[in-house]
């Protein structure tokens, strides 16, 4: 008899293999720093940090910005241009304090304005008054195209900086150069000290505005929201006009993880 064949068994799937999970991004902190490449531009700029309306500088150091309104002097009167020029004279004489007065120029942006138009055009129910906001639109937008319109913004940049912040040596200009990232012994040394250049810098804030507003001038301190958006219209100045920052509440502010409490400072200095 002839021996009976076998059919082998089909063998069962093999089980899929795991998913690899995906990698986490690095968050963009001091102690991250080497692993985060996207910061390699970031860490060669002076400023560290941006909070409580004050920029912050990688020395210790802190800037106030004041934005000012501009004054026509050729338009006034012979008193009224007496009265701005010895003004602003009696404001350079009241200065104890190095500032730096900065003119920025820029092309003049009107997208809000527009934008405001394009919604009153679009609630506008008579057809006449419509269609003379839709020309009138379409004609700014043609003027603004072709030509060259430059808009002037005045600030004052109140400096105060710590004893340590010296003017650095050769030597030590070149070890910054070579190592420009931040630390985390920096940065909680400069946390320390940030109350105490506070409130010097309050006092030269008050000086410089009261001096600026008997000028005939109006004068605002830059919020920590308009700050960034001046650093970063400064810094892109291509893509700010195409990437725009519309409310402070979109800012996608990130607060360093490394950063401690005012109690856990206090804690820390009682201890040593």
Do not use: W
Request: some cysteine; charged content about 30%; glycine content about 2%.
């Amino acid at each position: 008899m002839a021996d009976a064949q076998t059919t082998p068994k089909p063998k069962p799937p093999a089980p899929p293999a795991p998913k690899a999970k995906a990698a986490e991004k690095p968050k963009d902190t001091v102690k991250n720093a080497k692993k985060t490449t996207a910061s390699s531009t970031q860490m060669h700029l002076q400023v560290a940090e941006i909070r409580d309306n004050l920029a912050i500088l990688k020395n210790g150091g802190i800037r106030a910005i004041l934005k000012t309104s501009s004054v026509n002097v050729h338009l006034k009167s012979e008193e009224e241009q007496n009265s701005i020029i010895y003004g602003y004279q009696n404001f350079l004489n009241s200065l104890e304090f190095p500032i730096q007065i900065l003119v920025r120029s820029k092309k003049l942006d009107l997208d809000n304005y527009l934008d405001s138009l394009d919604t009153i055009a679009a609630n506008q129910e008579n057809k006449l008054l419509k269609d003379q906001t839709l020309d009138y639109i379409d004609y700014i937008k043609r003027l603004i195209e072709y030509a060259d319109i430059m808009q002037k913004e005045f600030y004052v940049v109140i400096p105060y900086d710590p004893p340590r912040a010296k003017k650095p040596t050769l030597i030590q200009k070149f070890i910054q150069y070579m190592s420009p990232k931040d630390n985390i012994t920096a940065l909680r040394q400069r946390q320390r000290e940030f109350e105490t250049l506070r409130k010097g810098i309050g006092q030269r804030l008050n000086i410089a505005k009261s001096g600026l507003q008997n000028a005939g001038l109006k004068v605002d301190q830059l919020t920590t929201p308009e700050l960034v958006t001046l650093f970063y219209e400064c810094y892109n100045p291509r893509t700010s006009r195409l990437q725009k920052i519309n409310k402070s509440d979109e800012l996608d502010v990130q607060h360093d993880e490394n950063l401690v409490s005012e109690q856990t400072l206090q804690q820390e200095e009682n201890d040593d």
